[in-house]
Nanobody, 122 residues
Framework: QLVESGGGLVQAGGSLSLSCAAS????????MGWFRQAPGKEREFVAA????????YYTDSVKGRFTISRDNAKNTVYLQMNNLKPEDTAVYYC?????????????????WGQGTQVTVSS
């Protein structure tokens, strides 16, 4: 089970930090990813981190603004979002993949959270 938290309403240029807590004892065996879905749009990849935390991968639109990290001792993955833009508005989902890499395709992920809303006002 994956449970996201930390979403909310923020003005453009502001910051938010998302967390995703996993209940599985095998959390450290999974790559973790963040995806988002805006109204009327398909779910899109945001960032991923390998099981060890040694590799990360970002979609171009968030590079330099978002940072993904994980704490395997706490079974938690984070997404720090800075310099937020209105186009970042979406429901953000965390997901777990039984992978040794940093997958970016939704179909590579085995488990999904319920999502948390992020709204950025202009």
């Amino acid at each position: 089970q994956l449970v996201e938290s930390g979403g909310g309403l923020v003005q453009a240029g502001g910051s938010l930090s998302l967390s995703c807590a996993a209940s599985a004892r095998t959390f450290s065996n999974y790559a973790m990813g963040w995806f988002r879905q805006a109204p009327g749009k398909e779910r899109e990849f945001v960032a991923a981190i390998s099981w060890s935390g040694g590799r990360t991968y970002y979609t171009d639109s968030v590079k330099g603004r978002f940072t993904i990290s994980r704490d395997n001792a706490k079974n938690t993955v984070y997404l720090q979002m800075n310099n937020l833009k209105p186009e970042d508005t979406a429901v953000y989902y965390c997901a777990a993949a039984a992978s040794t890499g940093v997958p970016s395709r939704p179909r590579s992920y085995n488990y999904w959270g319920q999502g948390t809303q992020v709204t950025v006002s202009s």
